[in-house]
């Protein structure tokens, strides 16, 4: 039995959009039991399959193409989102802010091929994988994945025997970032890129990669990274007091700024870097007060800083929040061990499967649903993110979708709108 490939993309995209967790739920949940499973799926791939794969054959499949179409698939789709401009509303002075962070997403007990990385917990060793991720950040507090580096063993070894683990890390991701941006830019070579990234990034490599790929950043400011910076930045911050804005957010958090501009730094290198340094003081209704620096190549005048902040150097946040964890904790189960050789095209399924599920979720056709239910959104409508997945399983099991909802010229017509009211 031969599969067509776009037959076999949308089985494997049905394992993340349904979240059944495990690859074996396939042969459980979208089998025969499911009356409309193979019709839906036919008409969502164009194919005329006339029976259904088990779930091996996904295994195979991916094995057979390696992950490299997947993620091209991955890079088509935000091209088009950028082309629709259903992401423009985010952008800030212009540019797509793009988080930068690395996540662990599988950890073994037992070595489990050449490239893991180990990591030593007291008498145990953990064999992992990990990936560097840029997200676009879009509106509604959407994050879209669009360009991944996997890190390995081989990333690690620069850094010399006996290094500190947080060192290894740092050695590793700043490494990763070059051959991440090297890949984004090949993908989007006219893209207006401000990345964010923590405070590891705060250092002359980091400059130097976002130079090198024409990407302006705003890097988290920390004293322990930089002390001979942080040291400048605070005494000319005291000889500046008239660079101050004050702002109320509107839930009543108090936010005053002050910042300079064109910081002198030289770094191991020799290098010499000129960067602007912001920092905001935010006091809550409680009186708690949180402090947060960032450095940036964004020019800081009194109109701007707030949006550099708010919309860039606190959006960092997101990317823990509403990517990893989300796609940990939610039923994509990105820590799981969908397969042990080619797991890079199940990362990209599930990559490809969270964009989809945050436009159903965020996007206006389903609001529009909610609103005319007397809720405000989806996830109110169906009570959690999980009940909006077990409803996709149901109706794609159950439902004969009507023909309508395949009709292309109909759907030219409707735009994707990210509500972030
Ligand atoms: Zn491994």
Redesign the pocket.
Known sequence: MVYHKRFMVWWGLSLFLCKLSSRRQLDYQLNTDGPEVLDNLNRLAETAQDSRPVNQTLEYFLEGTGAAPIAGLRQRMVQRLIRMKALDEARLQGRFVILIDGTGY?V?RS???????TQQHGETTL???QALEAKLLGPAGTVVSIATEFI?NSDAQSAGAGASQERVKQDCELKALRRLLARLRAGFPQLRICLCGDGLYACGEGFQVAKDYKCDYIYTFKPGRLPALWEDFQGLLRLEPQKQVVWTTPQGVEQVYHWVNALDYTDSDGRRWSVNALACTETNKEGNQTEWSWLTSLNLIHGTVVAVASRGGRERWREENEGFNTQKNSGLNLEHAYSHTCWAGYYFLLQIAHLLLQLMEKGSLLRQLAQEQGKRTAVELFGSLKNLAQRLLESLRYLRWPDEAFDRMGASGIQIRLDSS
Do not use: Q, V
Request: glycine share 0%; charged share 25%; hydrophobic share 30%.
């Open positions: 599988l073994f070595r489990h091929c050449d490239h893991c990385l064999y992992m994988h390995d």
